[in-house]
């Protein structure tokens, strides 16, 4: 075995020119990968031998792993390397080639280093099994000779051009077996109040997810006003996730609900709900303002829970049926859609809204009753605007006296022709 001469330094690297700098880099390059070959040549002798009867171990690798003080994950590559690119021995004790000859005789000579020796051999495993000796032969060599002074990337052109012309048909198709799809879903409640949503999707629930939400998330239309959607894109696709539940929920065959958006347990007393002060609890689970109750009540089952001072219950309430499935139909017919003066929102975006709240005592019929989209109901609700009922039996809107000093009624005109 020749013996590698290291490069020699210079006593003072700083003082050293770029083009001396560049020598060095590649001089030391060679020698690590001339000396990575000749270890080679010794892991593969011993395995030829036998590791178990030298040394007492089970495998070379893990002989390999002890002596070099790594873990078995990195020192079996390295055996494996220089299992096919060295000969070896059958049991009568002839010797047999390496796999990978031509490989093998660019990595002694350090033109070449591990990784692209991997790559090598990969594309070699990969061969089909017919393929013949020559094939092969020339395929490796081939590549051998290239990686003196390609990159990976060129290397793996090559591979491509090679295996197109050796196994022109690909492999055989097979029928791809079905797969459980995964999904995963927590939601739990934070100390803050807020819920925290996380999930995982297969590759379909996914695509079918965020098409969903794309198409409920689109910024809203410049109003009549000029006001701009100002949400960021994480805001919209969170109020598009709650217009998906909204319409899971008012599905008639919906589990649970029969077509009403929510099932509220109001439990402070209907003084506290008509006033809008105080708190609510929803389905036991968590606190909501009472003004914000009144808005969840316009379109849903109200369970009262009536409570002492004490706060112990008194009386729970029966359920009530407010908006009927055939009252909303005649609301989509008659409204087309939420009718806050220019919204764009269709039917199925929209909520139920009293114009004058039950619990103050308005009445459930068409004449009560207008569509309005979740950011306008709350926007009646908890803002200036006002809604009421014209002569003609259709909703219009007041808006606040800093958008119009005179307050003049307005209505929205895109979902059907204006009278």
Aim: net charge negative; glycine share 8%.
């Amino acid at each position: 075995m020749s013996e590698t001469i290291l490069p020699e330094l210079p006593q003072e690297l700083w003082r050293a020119g770029k083009l001396e700098l560049a020598h060095g880099v590649q001089q030391f390059l060679r020698v690590i990968r001339v000396a990575t070959a000749g270890l080679g040549r010794y892991l593969a002798e011993i395995e030829s031998r036998g590791a178990k009867d030298l040394y007492g171990y089970g495998s070379t690798a893990k002989w390999f792993a002890d002596v070099a003080g790594v873990s078995f994950g990195e020192a079996r590559p390295v055996v494996n390397r220089a299992i096919a690119l060295n000969p070896s021995r059958a049991l009568d004790g002839t010797e047999l080639p390496p796999s990978a000859p031509a490989t093998a005789a660019v990595a002694a000579e350090g033109a070449v280093g591990d990784e692209r020796i991997q790559q090598i051999l990969d594309f070699l495993a990969s061969l089909p099994l017919d393929t013949s000796a020559e094939d092969r032969e020339h395929a490796e060599k081939t590549l051998a000779d290239l990686a003196r002074h390609a990159g990976p990337r060129q290397l793996a052109e090559a591979e491509e051009n090679l295996l197109g012309w050796l196994d022109p048909d690909g492999a055989e198709p097979k029928e791809p077996e079905s797969k459980q799809p995964r999904r995963e879903l927590t939601l739990e409640r934070r100390k803050d109040g807020f819920w925290k949503l996380n999930g995982l999707l297969d590759d379909e629930a996914g695509a079918r997810t965020a098409a969903a939400l794309e198409a409920h998330a689109a910024p809203r239309p410049v109003d009549e006003f000029g006001q701009a959607d100002l949400r960021t894109r994480p805001e919209r696709l969170g109020d598009a996730w709650v217009d998906l539940v909204d319409l899971a929920i008012a599905c008639p065959d919906q589990p649970g609900t029969s077509g009403y958006r929510t099932l509220v347990h109001v439990t402070i007393g209907l003084d506290e709900l008509k006033s809008g002060l105080g708190t609510a609890c929803v389905d036991f689970v968590g606190t909501m303002t009472a003004r914000e109750a009144r808005m969840a009540a316009c379109d849903c089952l109200m369970l009262p829970v009536v409570l002492n001072a004490a706060g112990e219950p008194l009386d729970v309430g029966r359920l009530r049926r407010f908006v009927t499935p055939g009252q909303r139909r005649a609301l989509n017919i008659r409204d087309g859609g939420c009718a806050f003066p220019g919204c764009h929102r269709r039917p199925k975006n929209c909520h139920a809204h009293h114009i004058e709240h039950w619990a103050d005592g308005g009445p459930t019929d068409l004449r009560n009753l207008t569509l309005l989209c979740g950011f306008h109901h709350r926007l009646i609700h908890h803002g200036d605007w006002q809604v009421r009922m014209a002569a003609d039996g259709l909703p219009e809107f007041i808006p606040p006296q800093y958008l119009d000093p005179l307050r003049r009624t307005r209505r929205n005109t895109l979902h059907r022709a204006v009278a």
